[in-house]
Each structure stands twice: as C-alpha cells, then as structure tokens.
C-alpha cells in the first residue's frame, strides 16, 4: 500500500516549478535570512557591476544631452543659414547668386599667416580670418571685453584667440603685425561656436576686419586663401529650394557650400565615433563586472554547498533551493545596478567637463531617466544572468554531500541549463552591443571583437602563468615559491583576475603605444638631417632675398621648390566634365586644385616605380610629366596615358612618363604631379623652401627674420607641430584613460571581491602555515607576493597586448615605424601591479593574526 | 517500512569502478530502531544515503513504505523527505545563517506552512533549548547545535529518522546526554531509526544490528532483549 506522504503527482514542467518556487514567500524569507553574515560580501560581489553601469549611465546620459545640445545649437554650428566657401575669389556668377538670396551675406576671407608680437618679439603660423558684418549670426562669439566683435565693422583693430595671447603672454593694448601692417590688439576671444578647443590649439586665430585686409598685402598671388560667404536667410524655408540650385550650380563654379543640416550630420558623424569609443569602453567595463559576478557568485556557492545539501535533505525540491540563491542575486544584482546608476548620475558631471575641449557644443548636464532605466535595467539582467552560469548547477547538488563534505558527484557531464544560460547571454550581449553601437555591423563586429581581446587576454594570462608555474625558479625562499603557488590554489580566480585587470591595463598601455608611435612619426619625419622648417607662399622675386636670409643664419636651404597651381582638363581626350557625369568616376582627384612643381632630378627619398624619368623637356609635343603612384591609382591612368592641365588659363598637354613612390609623411616639398624642367618656368608660380635648425632660438630667430623681410612668407616650425600634436592627443587620450579607468576600477572591485571570497581559506593557509613555526612577517611577505605575481602578470598580460595591438596599428593604420615607449609602459606596469598589492593588502589585514586555535577549532 | 534487496553502488572512478556496496539485503519493520554498523569505508554512510533516498543506486532495490526509491524523481524524493523523513548529521548540519528556533522551522515551512514558530520553540523547549532560540549555531556549542539538529528532525513528525553518526562529534558526557534524547524522541513518536554509528554502545541501545564490511552485509542480528518481532530476511 502506497502511503499518502509518499503519494507524489506527476511533476509540472520545470518552469511552471521554478515560477512555482519564485512565487513561494518562504523561499523569499530563506533567501533573506540566509544573507545575514554575507550581506556585506554580497553586495561587494555585485558592486562589480556598479562601474560598468556607472559609465553606461553617464555615457548614455551625455549623449542624450550631447544629441539636444547639436540640436539646440545646431545653427550655431554654422553660425548661419548658408555658407559659400571657394578656393578663389568668388566670380561674377557667385556673386549675382549670393546677391539675389534674400537675407544678410557677410563675407569672409580665411588664410594663414605668419603673425608677429613686437613686443614680446615672437612670431607663429595662425590662421587669419577677416571679418565684416555680424557673422556668426547664431550662437556664441565670446569676447573679452564683451561685445569687442564690433570693433571688426568700427575700428581697425584686432581680436585674438586665447590660446595665442597666453602662449605669447600679450595683453589687450599690445600690436601684432600681419604681413605689411601692425594692429593693435582689440580683444581676446574666449569662444567660438561650433568649434572645439582642441582644434583652436591646432590652428589659432586672429579675426581683423575686411577693411584691412588688402593692406596686409597677404592674399596676392599663389596665396592659399579661402574665400567665404555667409547668408542668414530672410525666409528659412528658402534652403531647401536654394540648396536644389546650388548642387547644379557648384560644380562648374568651384565652389562648395554648407547648410546647417550638413554641418549637423558631419559634426554629428565625428561625435557619433567619439560616443560609441565611450560607449564600447562603458560596455567593456560592465561585461568585465559581469564576468566578475560569475566568478565571485561561483566561490559563493562553493561555501554554500552544504546548506544547499542540507536543505535538499529537509525536502527543498531543486528549484526551491535554486530559486533562493535567484532570489538574492537579483537582489543584489539590482541594488548594485542602482547603485552604479547613481555612481553613473555623478560622473556625468564631470564628464562634460572632460569631454569640453573636444566638443564643438556646449553640454548641459541633465539626467537623463531612460538612460538610468535602460543601465540599471541592463546591469540587474547581465548580473542575474552571469551568476546564473554557476547557480544553475545548485540544482544538481546531492543531499548526499551533507552526510559526506568530500563527495563529488560523478561525472562532469554539460548542464543543458548551463549552455542556455551561456546562450542567452550570448544573444543579450550581441543584442545590446547591436543597440549601444547603433548598427548590426558595428554591433557584431563589436561583441565579437570584445570577445576576441577578452580571449586574446584569457590566453595571454594562460600562456603567463603556465609559464610562471613551469618555470619558476626552484631554489628560491619558500615566500616567494608559497606565493606563486598560491595563485593555484583550489578556487582560485587567478584566470579571472588577469583579465579583469589586464583589460584596463591593455586599453591604457594601448593609448602609450598608439600615442608614441604617432609623436615619433612627426619627430622622425623631421628628424636627424631632415628638414624640420618649411616656409612656403615666398613669391618669385623673394626666392633669392629669403635664400639670402636662410643663410645669413648660418642654414642651408635643403629644399627649393617652385609651385604652379593648375587644373585638370582632360584625360585621353574626355573632359573632366564628361568624366564626372560618370557617377563611378566621381572623385575629388579630377576637380581639385593641383599644386605642381617642375625640376630636373628625383628627390632622394622618392622612388621611381614605372616608366621613365625625363628631366627637362623643350615643348615639342606633349609634355613628358611624373605622376604619384597614389595619384595614378586613384585616377585610373598610368604611364602612357595623355592627360592635359589647365594652367591659370593655358592648356598644356602631358604624356605620363613615369610613376613615382611618395613618401607624403616626410618633411620635404611633395607633390602629387612634377613637371620636367622648361615648362613652366613663366607660370605665375611661389616657391617652397625647407631648411634645418638646431634649436628653438634658432628657429624663433628665423621666424622673427622672415616676418619682418618677407611678411606674406609662412613658416611652419615642425618643433611646434610636433607639440601641437602631442597636446591635442593629450586631450583626446585623456577621455580614452577616463573611460580605462572604469576597467582598472573593476578590476580592483573584482580582486577585492575575490580576496574577501577566499578570506577564510586564506586564513585557515595562514594558521596551518604559523602552526609549522611560520612568522606573520613571513606570512605577510607570502601575500605581498602573491599579489605582486597577480598584479604583474595581469599587468604584463595587457601590456604584451597592447604591444602586440600597437605594432599592429602603427603598420596597418598609421603606416609608421614601431618602437616601444619604455617609460609610460614600465610606469604603468609599475603602477597597475603597486594597486593590485596595495588593494589586496589592505583587503587581508587581520589574516596573518588570527589565533590558530580560533580557526582550527571553528566549524564552519 | 524499510526494504533493501540486493542493493549494489558502483562508483566510477576514472577508469576504474569502485564497488562500495555489494548485493545488500535486509528488512527494518516501522517502529525498529536500527544500527548500521562497521570499520570507516565499510559503507555505512553510502548505505544510509541511499535508504534515505540521497543517491541513486546502481542495481537492486529500496523500497521505503511500499514505495520503490528508484522510481520517484529528484523532486518526488524531496517531497518524501519533507514529509516523511527526519535527519541528525554527525557534524550537525544547521544552516549558519540561520537561528536555533529558525533551524527547527525549515522543514515546515518547506511544506508551506505559516505559524510554525511556535511548535519550533516547544520542540526547543523539549530538547532543554528554551532559552536558546535566537542563538546562531556558532553561538551554541556541540551538544547544544546537536539538539537543534534533532528537534529539526522531529519537527515534521517524520516515519523514519536517518541517523549519520548522532553522536560522532561530541564528548563522552554530551554523547550519553544527546542519545538519550535522541532514544526517548525517538520512542515517543514511534519513529522508525535507521542509525549509522561507529559507537556499539550506542548500536546495542537498537532493536538491530546491521554489520558491514567491504561493502558487504556480514550480519544482521536482531537484539531479543527488545522483544521486538525480527523479520527474516534473506
């Protein structure tokens, strides 16, 4: 007879009995009572997660507000309804076009220039712009003293950028000259709208008015000028029809134009790159918290086996027991990603802040709600799922294992739970990345590529440790040999560790490499018997009168180049026009300016890869001339093929002779096409110079030199270039450490996390060890070394990445030569592996203290 | 109540199997109290486990009131332990997290009832631990946690009361205080006890005695003095 407790239905389906135990109040009591003495643990686990939703919530955030502030400010962008811009003065028919819009159209005239304080006597390349009405209409145009903009429609004075007066130290009331006249000096302009510090620290400005312009005497002939129009539109909805018009209309009159949708969607694109950058380290940080979660939940459930056996022994069914870990991850998991979502709310302050220099818009700082939302919901559900990875086999747990702690249930068969876990939280994070990154592409690209460097970085620490384990130095003191050992120990979350502080350290040792390999290519492409000087815009009858003042200070001019602007007429008989109706053909090769030179010899670093080099030619029949291979390519011609030019006016026909390689990173006169000698020799024409100094006095001697002589000369100094550089990549490297921060901070959570996870193993070591006659001294020193191995070996492991993804980039990307930055890269080995020491440390103190007996004597 | 014909548990180990029980027969009626007895590896604890429905057998039969072991499914077995089966570890087994009286109340609350404090503390009361309700286990001591352990064991009013070695864990004093209570319990509410003990003592306070070596059965001796009616077994 079958007794009535023994009388058992037919079971439910599994989820109906996991729905079951989650609906199950007793299970939610169990759940809670069970934390108590964990709590704190718990919540350290899951406070993983925290960073990474931290910077999901602030990123998403900023975006939200970047994307209003484009949107709010997008006219501002601009500065007006309509921009014409052409590389020549505008013609007659521009003129008559911009004449019939109705609604205000200053013009503007942009260039660069030598620009000299007398009194401070310092001179440097800046970008002159002058101005005439009240252009920009929208948006900031800050000045000191406000309202000094209207000293550029009243008086002959001048405004000058920040960033110029503070390199230069010269205040308001002080001249400049610029080409043949000196100004004084009428304000200092603080902002422009639409335009980010960084690219002012690039190219700094000086506004004068129009009027003054022609006796500056700095736009005459072969001068790189942009000439621009600025339209405010009387009727807004003119644009659309306008723009209909303009499209047709450009292309035969050299001139493009701008609208504020235009400008919106390009700076839109540029801040599109910067956010999803954000973003992806936002998303690294939180999927690195994730896999911390898993790890830390997984030597959480080894401590709670035996409650889980006991339980199953009283009658909690499988689900019951899982359900009450569920329950108290989820928990955790929520209060964590709240937690982060506050952290997140926090940072966004400051992020505007970091962002500032880089950004052509202002930003607000207002919180945006979804954002919170979509983090902490986004967190709760990565958490929950990465700690259901080792959860899941609670149900598999024996109650046998209350009657024997050693047992060990046979087999180590796959939990079907277990892949389905594994495999949602494949689809959720190729899902989410899909969404941050705003594409399919992007977004797959990007979760595989995550996974790539997480496994690069996995392996990376595997291959380390192997080899640490394998061959570790016998003979050494038993400290050191206890404390690489100890990265073995049973449980150990040595793999883990690696790669949550490999992360961080990877992407910071990456921006080293990166920046290195690019200040080198500058520092290289002037470096060591190369020019590092380069005046150019010398007019034909200042050739000899410069050359003059070169060697008068001791230089020797290494590059002499006269330059011939021109424009392609024709390939093999088809005009340029016929060529662009062609939309495969459509290129920017065709219809641009060409600024050509002619000689007779090869430069030393160019390379002669097909035809023939022919260096003087006397007019009979087509011109024998040499392409840049680049160039060839691009246009689809080569050796043989007839092409004509116009040159200001005259038309010159050309047979490609040869083909050239160059090299268009080094410091010398490049030029795309080269003519033979006796050609061009009477074409209006300005020259190029390139010489070498020594030193910066010598060079701010030159400069100083060649301004005050030849004022209409322009001097780039590559000193100052390879400075400019650096500073701007300063500021752009310093988002990309802000956002690597997020990842060495998660690291350090999950060491912390890991540490206190196997505190109590760590203490029963430390007690068996001062049971054998260990001292704390040496117990200490056991640990010091086991985090000095721990914080090296993840500190290696990314930085042999980062090397590694370095040199991979300078050859593919930046195609420049490859050298490691010592100092940078040893500083933060150093420093990632001091943070791991100090973190984990601070996180064992009491461990080396703990009375034996206490230990061997407690049950637990 | 308790049956177990030609029970056989094979472990795989690697390539080897590892014979732990080997063709173990024998009969315990309801109400007998019975002891499991034999040198350490002699397959007590694994014989214990699998009569209480721990572990899956690899040939033969259990059969627990009528009812074959092997054909009920992990949650049916839960369910049967709730309702119907008590259990006292050697090394206590209370939850850590939780309190004496909280210990005591887990296996009806599992069943889903509500207002169970009550009955806990009474049980606590009977086993001497009135005033110990709110202690956590590391606040009590051997003896102490031993008694929490046996008072969750009866709390269910269970049938069969599996026994690991009560008193394995505990000294001399706390052993003979912890028996008797566990005896007296026991007769009480006419629970049937299945005990694995090193400790013959307390194995001759049974109605049986169950010997095992090397996994085999090598004696099953009712004690006449109990006068208690043996069934034959094989």
């Known amino acids: 007879m079958t007794s009535a407790w023994l009388f058992a239905p037919a079971p439910p389906a599994p989820y109906s009995l996991m729905l079951r135990s989650l609906l199950d109040p007793f299970v939610y009591r169990l759940a809670w009572r069970d934390t108590r003495s964990y709590r704190r643990r718990l919540i350290l686990f899951f406070s993983c997660i925290a960073l990474g939703v931290a910077a999901l919530v602030s990123i998403r955030s900023v975006g939200q507000n970047l994307e209003q502030a484009i949107h709010v400010q997008a006219k501002s962008l601009l500065g007006?309804?309509?921009?014409?811009?052409?590389?020549?003065?505008?013609?007659?028919?521009?003129?008559?076009?911009?004449?019939?819009?109705?609604?205000?159209?200053?013009?503007?005239?942009?260039?660069g220039s030598m620009v000299y304080f007398p009194r401070v006597d310092g001179t440097r390349l800046i970008e002159v712009r002058a101005m005439s009405g009240a252009y920009p209409f929208y948006g900031e145009f800050t000045t000191l003293p406000p309202g000094a903009r209207t000293l550029l429609s009243t008086s002959k004075d001048v405004l000058v950028d920040d960033a110029l007066m503070l390199q230069f130290d010269v205040q308001i009331g002080d001249s400049l000259r610029l080409g043949k006249s000196t100004f004084a000096i009428g304000g200092i302009v603080?902002?422009?709208?639409?335009?980010?510090?960084a690219v002012m620290d690039v190219s700094p400005r000086v506004y004068i008015p129009s009027s003054v312009l022609e006796q500056t005497g700095l736009t005459g002939k072969g001068s790189l000028v942009s000439y621009r129009a600025h339209v405010k539109l009387a009727d807004e909805t003119e644009i659309t029809r306008l723009t209909e018009t303009l499209d047709e209309f450009r292309e035969t009159h050299n001139l493009s134009y701008d609208t504020v949708r235009r400008r919106v969607r390009r700076v839109g694109r540029v801040i599109d790159q910067l956010y999803r950058y954000l973003n992806l380290a936002g998303f690294a940080a939180l999927l690195l918290g994730c896999v911390g979660v898993a790890s830390a939940v997984h030597v959480y459930i080894r401590q709670k086996l035996t409650t889980v056996a006991v339980l199953r022994c009283l009658g909690a069914r499988p689900n019951q027991a899982l359900a009450v870990y569920i329950i108290q991850t989820a928990v955790m998991g929520f209060l964590g990603s709240t937690a982060g979502a506050l952290i997140g709310i926090a940072v966004q302050q400051t992020l505007p802040l970091v962002l500032a220099d880089l950004l052509p818009v202002r930003i607000g700082v207002s919180t945006d709600w979804t954002s919170v939302a979509q983090g902490v919901a986004v967190g709760s559900t990565l958490s929950i799922l990465f700690a259901l990875l080792p959860l899941v086999r609670i149900r598999n747990v024996s109650p046998l294992l209350s009657l024997r702690s050693s047992y060990e249930p046979t087999g180590n068969r796959l939990d079907p739970a277990q892949v389905m876990v594994g495999g949602t939280i494949a689809v959720l994070i190729f899902g989410l990345s899909i969404v941050q990154m705003g594409g399919v592409r992007?977004?797959?690209?990007?979760?595989?590529?995550?996974?790539?460097?997480?496994?690069l970085l996995a392996l990376s620490a595997f291959g380390l440790t192997f080899v640490v384990r394998k061959y570790f130095p016998r003979g050494v003191a038993f400290e050191w040999k206890?404390?690489?050992?100890?990265?073995?120990?049973?449980?150990?979350?040595?793999?883990?560790?690696?790669?949550?502080?490999?992360?961080?350290?990877?992407?910071?040792?990456?921006?080293?490499?990166?920046?290195h390999v690019l200040l080198t290519q500058v520092s290289v492409a002037g470096g060591e018997g190369r020019p590092n000087i380069v005046l150019f815009d010398l007019q034909v009858d200042q050739v000899e009168s410069v050359r003059r003042a070169i060697e008068e200070e001791g230089l020797t001019v290494i590059h002499d180049a006269p330059v011939v602007t021109m424009k392609l007429a024709s390939i093999n008989g088809e005009?340029?026009?016929?060529?662009?109706?062609?939309?495969?053909?459509?290129?920017?090769?065709?219809?641009?300016?060409?600024?050509?030179?002619?000689?007779?010899?090869?430069?030393?670093?160019?390379?002669?890869?097909?035809?023939?080099?022919?260096?003087?030619?006397d007019g009979k029949g087509p011109t024998p001339i040499s392409f840049a291979a680049d160039l060839a390519e691009r246009m689809e011609v080569t050796v043989g093929d007839v092409v004509t030019f116009n040159v200001q006016g005259v038309p010159i026909d050309c047979e490609i002779a040869s083909l050239r390689d160059v090299d268009f990173q080094r410091i010398q006169p490049n030029f795309w096409v080269v003519f033979p000698a006796g050609i061009l020799e009477d074409a209006p024409q300005f020259a190029v110079f390139t010489t070498r100094v020594t030193s910066t006095e010598q060079s701010a001697a030159l400069q100083r030199k060649i301004v005050k002589s030849h004022p209409n000369v322009?001097?780039?100094?590559?000193?100052?270039?390879?400075?400019?550089?650096?500073?701007?990549?300063?500021?752009?490297?310093?988002v990309i450490r802000f956002m690597a921060l997020f990842s060495v901070l998660t690291g350090l959570v999950v060491l912390t996390a890991a540490v206190i996870s196997s505190r109590y193993q760590r203490i029963r070591e430390s007690v068996l060890l001062r049971t054998m006659g260990a001292s704390h001294k040496q117990v200490r020193r056991i640990l010091v070394f086991e985090y000095l191995f721990l914080g090296s070996l993840a500190a290696l492991s990314g930085l042999v990445l980062s090397i590694a993804g370095g040199w991979l980039l300078s050859i593919l990307v930046f195609d420049a030569g490859f050298s490691v930055p010592v100092l940078p890269i040893a500083a933060v080995f150093l420093l990632i592996t001091l943070l791991t020491v100090t973190v984990g440390m601070l996180n064992s103190r009491g461990i080396s203290n703990r009375p034996p007996l206490e230990v061997l004597r407690a049950e637990y | 109540m308790l049956s177990v014909d030609h029970l056989t548990k094979v472990y795989k180990s690697g390539s080897h199997d590892l014979t732990v029980l080997n063709d173990v027969s024998f009969t315990v009626l309801s109400g007998e109290a019975c002891s499991l007895v034999g040198p350490s590896g002699s397959g007590k604890t694994t014989l214990l486990g699998l009569c209480a429905g721990l572990d899956r057998l690899s040939s033969g039969?259990?059969?627990?009131?009528?009812?074959?072991?092997?054909k009920l499914n992990e949650d049916q077995l839960s369910d049967l332990r709730n309702q119907g089966v008590g259990f006292v570890f050697q090394s206590f087994q209370l939850i850590p997290t939780l309190t004496a009286q909280e210990n005591v109340m887990v296996p009806l609350e599992l069943r889903g009832e509500h207002s169970v404090?009550?009955?806990?503390?009474?049980?606590?009361?009977?086993?001497?631990?009135?005033?110990?309700?709110?202690?956590?286990?590391?606040?009590?001591?051997?003896?102490?946690?031993?008694?929490?352990?046996?008072?969750?064991?009866?709390?269910?009013?269970?049938?069969?009361?599996?026994?690991?070695?009560p008193t394995g864990n505990l000294d001399e004093d706390t052993s003979h205080t912890v028996s008797d209570l566990l005896f007296d319990l026991n007769r009480q509410s006419g629970t049937t006890l299945i005990m694995a003990t090193h400790n013959l003592e307390l194995a001759n306070q049974t109605d049986r005695i169950i010997s095992l070596r090397g996994g085999k059965l090598i004696e099953n001796r009712a004690l006449e003095s109990r006068e208690i009616k043996i069934a034959s077994n094989d």
């Not at chain 1, 030179?597 to 002669?608: A, M, N, P, S, W």
């Open chain 2, 117 to 165: 404090g009550k009955q806990a503390a009474e049980l606590l009361d009977r086993v001497g631990l009135g005033d110990r309700l709110d202690h956590y286990p590391t606040q009590l001591s051997g003896g102490e946690q031993q008694r929490v352990a046996i008072a969750r064991a009866f709390i269910n009013q269970p049938r069969v009361l599996f026994a690991d070695e």
């Open chain 1, 575 to 617: 005009t340029v026009e016929e060529i662009m109706t062609r939309k495969d053909r459509r290129s920017f090769v065709y219809t641009r300016e060409y600024r050509s030179t002619y000689r007779d010899h090869l430069f030393d670093l160019e390379t002669l890869v097909d035809g023939k080099w022919v260096g003087t030619a």
């Open chain 1, 714 to 734: 322009s001097v780039i100094d590559i000193g100052l270039v390879l400075r400019t550089v650096d500073n701007v990549l300063d500021k752009v490297s310093f």
């Open chain 2, 61 to 70: 039969e259990v059969t627990l009131e009528n009812v074959e072991l092997s």
């Open chain 1, 80 to 111: 007006a309804d309509l921009s014409f811009r052409s590389r020549s003065p505008f013609d007659e028919a521009t003129d008559s076009l911009i004449a019939s819009i109705k609604g205000e159209v200053p013009h503007e005239v942009r260039f």
């Open chain 1, 482 to 515: 206890q404390g690489v050992s100890n990265l073995y120990r049973p449980n150990n979350q040595t793999q883990i560790l690696v790669l949550a502080l490999g992360l961080g350290t990877f992407l910071i040792g990456t921006l080293y490499v990166v920046q």
């Open chain 1, 190 to 197: 603080r902002a422009v709208a639409g335009e980010s510090a």
């Open chain 1, 442 to 455: 992007l977004g797959l690209g990007v979760a595989l590529g995550i996974a790539g460097a997480f496994s």
